[in-house]
T-cell receptor, first 113, second 109 residues
């Protein structure tokens, strides 16, 4: 089954404790991205990757890191999480670029206390 | 200033009624996408419109791209409770994806 998977689905952590949210797709997609969704602010892109070893900032990259060492994986790293990073996070992928259909993962709800 | 302005923000109507939601911008786009998001899930693509003036139909949903490719509308005929959800429009801006804040639609049985 073609899908985007994210882990964990739910995470409660404390300020400053490094964490990684994994994202994997099995569709051989080139374009992958991370979003956060917040009430009143909508869905905002954090980082995106056009292909392996190519990453770039979205609209809200501060406090986040990403890497794209393999085509299928695109982990999101929070080196020192803060409470303002409490949010619902989505990973997405598409065949080739931002104009194509984005396939979204199920989401990760992160709470930073 | 938001690149994409969606209106209304919230809409609650009775089953069987018709409705239209809008996605507006002052910028011109080569294409525009509509997604629907249900609670607890990621957005799912409904349609991509590409040509100015284009009309696409998906069962009871009709999507139109403005002639100038700056705006789009989504019309639902005879709304059903299954249409409930968050409707998002999105565009490609220099390889980034920009979403509108969405219209939260609730259809009352």
């Amino acid at each position: 089954e073609a899908q985007v998977t994210q882990n964990p689905r739910y995470l409660i952590t404390v300020t400053g404790k490094k964490l990684t949210v994994t994202c994997s797709q099995n569709m051989n997609h080139e374009y992958m991205s991370w979003y956060r969704q917040d009430p009143g602010l909508g869905l905002r892109q954090i980082y995106y990757s056009m292909n392996v070893e190519v990453t770039d900032k979205g609209d809200v990259p501060e406090g986040y890191k990403v890497s794209r060492k393999e085509k299928r994986n695109f982990p999101l790293i929070l080196e020192s999480p803060s409470p303002n990073q409490t949010s619902l996070y989505f990973c997405a992928s598409s065949w080739s670029g931002a104009s194509y259909e984005q396939y979204f993962g199920p989401g990760t709800r992160l709470t930073v206390t | 200033t938001q690149l994409l302005e969606q209106s209304p923000q919230f809409l609650s109507i009775q089953e069987g009624e018709n409705l239209t939601v809008y996605c507006n911008s002052s910028s011109v786009f080569s294409s525009l996408q509509w997604y629907r998001q249900e609670p607890g899930e990621g957005p799912v693509l409904l349609v991509t419109v590409v040509t100015g003036g284009e009309v696409k139909k998906l069962k009871r949903l009709t999507f139109q791209f403005g002639d100038a490719r700056k705006d789009s509308s989504l019309h639902i005929t005879a709304a059903q409770p299954g249409d409930t959800g968050l409707y998002l429009c999105a565009v490609n801006r220099d390889d980034k994806i920009i979403f509108g804040k969405g219209t939260r639609l609730h259809i009352l049985p």
